[in-house]
T-cell receptor, first 111, second 115 residues
Framework: GNSVTQMEGPVTLSEEAFLTINCTYTATGYPSLFWYVQYPGEGLQLLLKATKADDKGSNKGFEATYRKETTSFHLEKGSVQVSDSAVYFCALDFGNEKLTFGTGTRLTIIP | DTEVTQTPKHLVMGMTNKKSLKCEQHMGHRAMYWYKQKAKKPPELMFVYSYEKLSINESVPSRFSPECPNSSLLNLHLHALQPEDSALYLC??????????????FGSGTRLTVV
């Protein structure tokens, strides 16, 4: 079946540090890939997405590139801020109304 | 309007109570979803409605009863819940299409506590 594996958290970084959250997937075929962010006490917000190989999704300084050869979609940001503290979920979708989530990575940024 | 609105934001109910969660969207999305999220876990899919018809039921206990009265509204009726049903309940909506380019829009959730 389809699955998403994210790096274990929690991740704690200092402000302005470089961020990488690893995400790999297992799927039959070529899904669309997403990163969702969940701030404390809130629902999920779509952060970025990529729908085919080599696409790069980007938003709010975050980037992720769809790598078919390594089945990966790692999230990166060059300089994190305290306001980026949240839980980040990698997810995949084949357009069949079944979004498959990773386990989530809790990120804490220290001033 | 690009939001999914959920009410109430918080709900405390006894195990013998009957209550309902409500979800509304005005983006013209014809697929709507209920997810359950326990603490420090990813959301788990419960139900999917496509064109107001139930298309996916992930073997959810019958004490949870979904309803889609029209294309903008989705309800989740709750009856005889257990304490382990305490969780954040998320509603989402999306276009109905085999092309997943559009993604899903989530509401802020209802935090349910069963006592």
């Amino acid at each position: 079946g389809n699955s998403v594996t994210q790096m274990e958290g929690p991740v704690t970084l200092s402000e302005e540090a470089f961020l990488t959250i690893n995400c790999t997937y297992t799927a039959t075929g070529y899904p669309s890939l997403f990163w969702y962010v969940q701030y404390p006490g809130e629902g999920l917000q779509l952060l970025l997405k990529a729908t085919k190989a080599d696409d790069k999704g980007s938003n709010k300084g975050f980037e992720a590139t769809y790598r078919k050869e390594t089945t990966s979609f790692h999230l990166e940001k060059g300089s994190v801020q305290v306001s980026d503290s949240a839980v980040y979920f990698c997810a995949l979708d084949f357009g069949n109304e079944k979004l498959t989530f990773g386990t989530g990575t809790r990120l804490t940024i220290i001033p | 309007d690009t939001e999914v609105t959920q009410t109430p934001k918080h709900l405390v109910m006894g195990m013998t109570n009957k209550k309902s969660l409500k979800c509304e969207q005005h983006m013209g999305h014809r697929a709507m979803y209920w997810y359950k999220q326990k603490a420090k876990k990813p959301p788990e899919l419960m139900f999917v409605y496509s064109y107001e018809k139930l298309s996916i039921n992930e073997s959810v206990p019958s004490r949870f009863s979904p309803e889609c009265p029209n294309s903008s509204l989705l309800n989740l009726h709750l009856h005889a819940l257990q304490p382990e049903d305490s969780a954040l309940y998320l509603c989402a909506s999306s276009q109905v299409t085999a092309n997943p380019n559009y993604g899903y829009t989530f509401g802020s959730g209802t935090r349910l506590t069963v006592v």
